[in-house]
Structures are given as structure tokens and as C-alpha cells.
């Protein structure tokens, strides 16, 4: 079955891929007759497993030894990666000084910031190491990472998040730069407020909206047409369209840059 994207029985690896965002990417994927090889801690509903395209590699991708096992055993399955989805992600909102509350409840602390650092940061440049090096010897790839339009523009009660997403767009424009002679494209997608996503729980509701001194209410008006030049939260199916464009041929003059996928509400 060949699209217009042509990614039929492209070996494509996604991080992340059990819920939001990634889930996103990995059905489209799955539409456009690509072969899915998706890393995560854990499987989500399993709803793809058996799947002819699908395979699930329980990865902690903040680990070394992990990754490159799983990305060997990847090569030495299918001789190749075609495409790296960068998407796995955590975020817990905190202040830099919670003045609100003696014990600091949502005070940025030690081991949340480096629990994002570990995997936002680290987990995208080992898993980038890891393919990048078969990437060079076939001489051609795709590497996308997953920003957000935090890592543009900063974040109130997410400084932490928004660094380690500002430091992807750093890694998309100096990868872009080592890897272009050897046929690989590097490029980055910034997305704004979308329908709710697996990051987006009550627990980190409640967090931010403490953060911003609002109800969990006030903060969920923020993701309506109000907020948004455009009118409505971006559809997730909106950013795995995107994501698969980039991972086709028919980008292939695009690289080196983080395209902002926000209706509006950034100038990116």
C-alpha cells in the first residue's frame, strides 16, 4: 500500500509511544504501512501488540545499557532505522520557591529536577547516540524530537520542563549541523496546548495550577478558544500527521529546525 508519504515498511523507532502524543504517531504510523518499533517503560494497553507493523522494546531510555540493547537488537532485526521519534517525556510543575507552603509541596527539588533532566534530556541524546551511529553507516535517517512551546517561550511553575525542552531545540539545530553530511536530518516539533494528552493528569493539573496561584478551573479555561489565536486545542492526530511528513521524503529539504504547532498561541 503505497501513500503519498511513502513510509511503507519504514523501520521507525518511538519513545514514548503508550499514551498521548506518541500513541498519536505510532497509529498514523501504523496507517501509513510503516514498521512501528515503539520504546517505553511500559506497553499502555497492549492494543497494538500482535500487530503485523508493531513491535513493543520495554526500554528505560534514561539508561545506557538499556538503549543500546534495545536499538542492537533493533539493527540486528531489521539491518537499519529509518526514522527516530524523540517523544517520551515527563513533567512535574514546580516553583523555584514555594513561599505558599513551609514543607514547599511544589517546590523544585532534587529528584524532580533530575527525573526530568534523566528523561527529557538524557533519554533523547542516548537514544540519538544509538541510532545516529547505524544512521551514519547507512548513510541516511530522520531524527524528531519532541519539544514544546515551553522550550521557546519559557513556562510559569515548569522551568525545569521548559529548559529541558529548550536543550532539544539546542540538540536539533547542532545535530542538524554533524549529521547533514551524512545524509541524516535532524528537525523538531514545538507543541502548544493540545487535547488532553498522558502527561495532562489531575495530578499535574493540581500542580500547575498552584504554581500559577489559580484554581484547577481557571487553569483548564486556559486550554480553550481563549487562549488560542485559532479558536480550539490542537488534535493530536494534527501532530502525528506532521510528524510522519517529516519522517517522509517529501521533507527532505527540511532540517535544523523546530516547527511550532500551537494555533496561534506562540510566535514560535
Known amino acids: 500500500m503505497q501513500t503519498w508519504l511513502n513510509l511503507q515498511d519504514k523501520i521507525i523507532i518511538v519513545t ?37 507493523g508493531y513491535q513493543f522494546w520495554p526500554t528505560d531510555i534514561s539508561s545506557a545499557k538499556e538503549v543500546n540493547h534495545t536499538v542492537a537488537e533493533i539493527i540486528q532485526r531489521f539491518g537499519r532505522i529509518d526514522g527516530l521519534v524523540n517523544n517520551a517525556g515527563v513533567n512535574f ?30 533519554g533523547v541524546f542516548l537514544m540519538s547516540q544509538a ?31 521548559a529548559a529541558t525542552k529548550a536543550a532539544l531545540n539546542s540538540f536539533t539545530r547542532s ?14 516539533i514545538a507543541p502548544g496546548i493540545l487535547e488532553k494528552t498522558g502527561l495532562r493528569t489531575p495530578e499535574y493539573e493540581e500542580a500547575l495550577a498552584w504554581t500559577r496561584n489559580i484554581t ?19 488534535r493530536l492526530a494534527e501532530v502525528a500527521d506532521f510528524v510522519c511528513y517529516l519522517l517522509s521524503e517529501r521533507a527532505s529539504y527540511i532540517t535544523g529546525v523546530t516547527t511550532n504547532i500551537a494555533g496561534g498561541k506562540t510566535r514560535g
Open 16 to 52: 514514548g509511544g503508550a499514551s498521548g502524543i506518541g500513541l498519536a504517531i505510532v497509529e498514523e504510523l501504523l496507517a501509513q504501512g510503516a514498521n512501528v518499533q515503539m520504546v517505553d517503560i511500559h506497553g499502555g494497553d497492549g492494543q497494538y501488540e500482535g500487530h503485523k
Open 175 to 188: 545535530w542538524s549541523k554533524e549529521l547533514g553530511k551524512h545524509g541524516i536530518r535532524v528537525v523538531g
Open 131 to 161: 541510532v545516529a551511529r547505524q544512521m551514519v553507516k547507512q548513510h541516511d535517517g530522520v531524527i524528531v524530537n519532541v519539544s514544546s512551546e515551553s522550550g521557546l517561550e519559557g513556562s510559569e511553575g515548569q522551568s525545569c520542563y
Open 93 to 122: 510543575p514546580r516553583l523555584l520557591v514555594d513561599e505558599k507552603t513551609p514543607a514547599g509541596q511544589y517546590e523544585l527539588n532534587e529528584a524532580a529536577f533530575e527525573k526530568m533532566v534523566n528523561i527529557n534530556q538524557k
Open 216 to 234: 484547577v478551573e481557571q487553569l483548564r479555561e486556559g486550554y480553550t478558544k481563549n487562549a488560542i489565536p485559532i479558536g480550539r486545542a490542537g
